[in-house]
Every structure is written in C-alpha cells, then in structure tokens.
C-alpha cells in the first residue's frame, strides 16, 4: 500500500535529475530487514511541470496492494528487482474470494516459472516460450510467500 509519493530534484555526476520517493507500509518482510514503513528511490517524475519519464519503471497506484524484490534502493535508477518484473499486483479472486498474485502486465501468474518471462526475456530462451496451461489457477498469495521462502531456504546465506 503507497502511503505517499513526492518527486524532487537532485544533483548527480551528469547533472540534476527528478528522482520520485514513493513511501510503503510495510506488511510482511521475507528476507531482509524493513521497518514499519520504506521509502523507496526511482528515477524520474514531475516537478514543477519538467518531466523525466524512465522507461519500464514501475509505477503505483493509492490503494494498491502488492509483494515487491527490491535490492539497491538509493543506488540504482530502480530499486525493484528486474525493474518491472519485481513488482506483484494482489487482488482477490472473484471465484474464491483467496488474494492472488498478478504480474507486472496485470495477468494472474499461474507458476512461479513465469517470472522474468515475456516482454524483456532474452530472445530465444526456454524463459520466454513457457506453456503454462491457461486453465490453470491463479497462484495464491500464501503459495506464492511459501514458494519464495523455500526458494530462499535452499540458498547459501551470502547470496
């Protein structure tokens, strides 16, 4: 959930560029540490009617709800994780009521297999050409958490 947002100006090694922070509350943390709230930095937004668009940079909505891989936040242009692809919508489902989770071009993800896939995978790689079945459901929120924790559990710690 975005608390606030507010863009400034700032200067950097090729001059002055508009940076937006956008400030979360924090839920549920499944690796790291994050307070009750985190402001993250991205690169781009409007100040005073100049408007520096970044391609790709995900963006957020009042209200909206979502799971978020951030990793060098203050230090690259985009501290979500493959710029879009570590952004996940949550919406509840209208057959069951259960929260799922939606990728970045609003599609329910259906197996963690698709992430990083599609628009922006390398051309030519298995990633890009799945077959997941349409009719398969949507992925849970509680399944999703579980998967990336297993995942993170079998990883060495210095990763």
Do not use: Y
């Amino acid at each position: 959930m975005r608390l606030r947002s507010r863009a400034e100006w700032r200067s950097v090694a090729a001059g002055r560029v508009i940076f937006t922070l956008v400030e979360f509350e924090t839920q549920e943390v499944l690796k790291g540490n994050a307070g009750v709230s985190v402001t993250l930095q991205f690169l781009g937004g409007t100040v005073e009617g100049v408007t520096l668009e970044v391609a790709d940079v995900p963006r957020f909505n009042p209200g909206e709800r979502v799971v978020l891989f951030v990793e060098g936040n203050g230090v690259q242009f985009c501290p979500v994780v493959g710029v879009f692809h570590g952004k996940f919508g949550l919406r509840k489902d209208d057959k069951n009521g259960r929260d799922i989770v939606l990728m970045h071009d609003g599609k329910p993800l259906r197996d963690v297999a698709e992430i990083g896939a599609g628009k922006g995978a390398e051309f030519g790689s298995k990633r890009s050409n799945l077959s997941i079945p349409a009719d398969r459901e949507p992925m849970s929120v509680d399944d999703f958490k579980k998967r990336i924790r297993s995942h993170l559990a079998k990883k060495p710690a210095h990763e």
